[in-house]
């Protein structure tokens, strides 16, 4: 196994999923027993473009892709995942996620959503406000999730 400070980082797309209220789609991972809430995540297929892999992420994780894109992070934002995690995830071949965050507004209704999908990953979800979701992800996640909400509000609040 590579020495975690010299592997890469895993390419991935975050998805922040608004409802009419200006809440956000939040899940509890099946895999992680704290109290912790994450928004949908995964990674980018070879050849497939961020917005397909957030589209495709959607409907594997919450089991509908009922959304309309409206906006992009510009840029890539990376995060470690604590060493003995990364060792046990994907091989051990990454030390963390290097993701391209979207933002969509839900264009259904809560029925619509589904998590208990092909291959579940969440075992609760509900909407969040905005300002609390940063406390409430794992501590390694709450940097770019502070980052991500203030940019993706920045510019839905322009258009």
Not at 90 to 110: E, H, I, P
Request: proline share 7%.
């Amino acid at each position: 196994m590579q020495p975690y400070d010299e592997r890469p980082y895993r390419p991935c797309v975050g998805i922040v999923l608004f409802n009419s209220e200006g809440k956000v789609f939040v899940g509890q991972r099946l895999d992680n027993m704290v109290e912790a809430w994450q928004m949908p995540q995964g990674g980018i297929d070879e050849g497939e473009t961020p917005l397909e892999a957030g589209f495709r992420e959607m409907e594997e994780e919450i089991g509908t892709a009922r959304a309309e894109f409206v906006a992009e992070y510009p840029e890539w934002l990376n995060y470690d995942i604590p060493e003995d995690l990364a060792n046990r995830l994907w091989q051990g071949r990454f030390r963390g996620q290097t993701q391209k965050w979207l933002a969509f507004r839900f264009s259904g209704t809560d029925s619509d959503i589904n998590i208990e999908t092909h291959e579940p990953e969440f075992r609760a979800w509900k909407w969040a406000d905005p300002d609390d979701l940063p406390g409430m992800a794992v501590p390694f996640k709450r940097t770019v999730y502070e980052s991500v909400l203030t940019r993706i509000r920045e510019s839905l609040n322009a258009e």
